[in-house]
């Protein structure tokens, strides 16, 4: 019993101390997997602290789709903004509650009767969140933006 309630305190001292929305001048990496009815795509991002509960970001993505006689690939980059809402709302430091706004330029390769898809710009907002498990590492899940994983996206997030 007591390595059980040592084990639990140990678990909540880890979990406790977790600290979210990104400070000034953080730095964080965001990774993981799409919604699209082309495919998954994947992404990778970081996003920076410039003030106090505001973020800038960039992240590329990339899907591909085969079948159905179609052979689509997409690559993306994308530039996003975010408001982080945890001190104006009083949310707790493990939960990182976000919104913001999104341009993408992506380019697609398509290859149905030899048709060759176009480049693109996108213009989104966004809505999402975050639970940090440690100081350092969390989930994440958005829906929204500005790019093929403008339906929504999930994966991990590492502070830097």
């Known amino acids: 019993m007591k390595k059980i309630a040592l084990l639990l305190a140990l678990f909540s001292l880890v979990f406790a101390h977790a600290q979210a929305p990104l400070e000034k001048g953080g730095l964080q990496l965001n990774a993981g997997f799409g919604t699209s009815n082309w495919g ?8 920076y602290g410039i003030a106090k509960n505001v973020t800038l970001g960039a992240e590329l993505s990339y899907q591909s789709y085969n079948g159905f006689g179609y052979d689509n690939s997409m690559f993306g980059i994308q530039a996003n903004g975010n408001y982080h809402f945890n001190e104006l709302l009083n949310i707790p430091s493990k939960w990182d509650l976000y919104a913001g706004a999104s341009l993408s330029y992506f380019s697609w390769s398509k290859r149905d009767v030899n048709n060759i898809g176009p480049d693109d710009l996108g213009v989104g907002l966004q809505v999402g969140g975050r639970y940090f498990f440690t100081d350092k590492l ?4 958005q829906v929204g933006g500005s790019s093929a994983l403008g339906g929504g996206k999930i994966g991990l997030t590492l502070k830097l």
Request: hydrophobic letters at 40%; aromatic letters at 8%; a negative charge.
């Open 40 to 47: 998954t795509p994947v992404y990778a991002g970081l996003d």
């Open 138 to 141: 969390g989930v994440n899940l």
